[in-house]
């Protein structure tokens, strides 16, 4: 397969993204540190992610090759709009691999596929011990909360309440 080359938006006549997922500086470096169609090497993420450093009116910015290829090959993103790896895998950054959407779709994405992380969903206690038992749980927006905590903060405000009340009367 040959690799093809499309400007990116935004960075028009400056950077470029390649079918096999690369960046490329269209420009030669102002000092020579550089020749014209240099292939930047990106950095590697704790989260997966491959970026690179564009400089843009004397300004850089780092930014993630998927999205870069993502907006060569597919065009810009709408607002809210974020690059989505279609195999999960965040160092697959060939155009036939990601497609922009929603934080919500990305999401549902990488709860399908098993990679979705949670700081709390292993916790079998709350903050204050209490055990995440049946009884002892409700879920709001897909958290957990609770119930003893919930019973024990209302009390403690209904507590400040009466405080302020019978301060007042006086």
Same mark, same amino acid.
């Given at each position: ?16 993204? %390649? ?8 420009? #030669?470096?102002?000092?020579? @540190? ?8 990106? %950095?590697?993420?704790? /989260? ?10 004397? @300004? @850089?910015?780092?930014?993630?090759? $998927? ?17 989505? $790896?279609?195999?999960?895998?965040? %160092?697959?950054?060939?155009?036939? /691999?990601?497609?922009?959407?929603? $934080? ?11 990679? $979705? ?10 903050? @204050? ?20 905590? %919930?019973?024990?903060? #209302?009390?403690?405000?209904? #507590?400040?309440? /009466? ?8």
């Amino acid at each position: 397969m040959t690799e093809e080359w499309k400007s990116i938006p935004g960075f028009e006549g400056l950077y470029e993204a %390649s079918s096999l997922g690369r960046i490329r500086s269209v420009l #030669a470096h102002p000092k020579g @540190r550089t020749p014209a169609l240099h292939v930047l090497t990106p %950095s590697l993420h704790a /989260n997966g992610y491959l970026n690179v450093g564009l400089r843009r009116n004397g @300004r @850089r910015k780092v930014i993630g090759v $998927h999205r870069l290829v993502c907006a060569a090959f597919h065009g810009a993103p709408a607002p809210g709009q974020e690059a989505r $790896h279609r195999d999960n895998d965040p %160092s697959n950054n060939v155009p036939s /691999n990601l497609c922009w959407g929603t $934080h919500a779709e990305n999401v549902q994405d990488a709860v399908e596929a098993g990679n $979705h992380f949670s700081m709390n969903r292993d916790r079998t206690h709350c903050r @204050r011990n209490h055990a995440f038992t049946e009884e002892n749980t409700y879920r709001n927006a897909g958290r957990r909360i609770c119930r003893t905590c %919930s019973r024990d903060k #209302a009390r403690r405000w209904r #507590a400040s309440q /009466n405080d302020t009340t019978n301060k007042e009367q006086s």
